[in-house]
């Protein structure tokens, strides 16, 4: 799993957002990206290259949960990235 080097996680104030790097395009705020500390946090894992095993362990570590929810939560967040193109499998 890997994101889309377009992409990059910010924090402004309270609010994790990600942001399209620039490419000489006008910035259309219209489709910004806010994440939740989760979000953010799985984000990150994938900015440092991961696979899903690692990925769930990192979540169960992080928070209190099981396998299965930490499973379930990787493979939800990946595929809305996915499906926005931040993020390929």
């Not at 910010?10 to 395009?25: A, M, P």
């Not at 939740?36 to 949960?65: H, P, R």
């Amino acid at each position: 799993m890997k994101l889309n080097g377009k992409y990059r996680l910010r924090k402004v104030g309270d609010t994790y957002i990600v942001v399209r790097l620039g490419d000489g395009q006008s910035v259309n705020f219209s489709r910004l990206i806010t994440v939740n500390d989760t979000g953010a946090f799985i984000f990150k894992q994938l900015e440092n290259g991961t696979d899903m095993d690692s990925l769930v362990a990192a979540i169960m570590g992080e928070y209190e949960i099981d396998e299965a929810g930490a499973r379930d939560a990787a493979e939800t967040y990946l595929t809305k990235l996915v499906d926005l193109g931040i993020a390929e499998r």
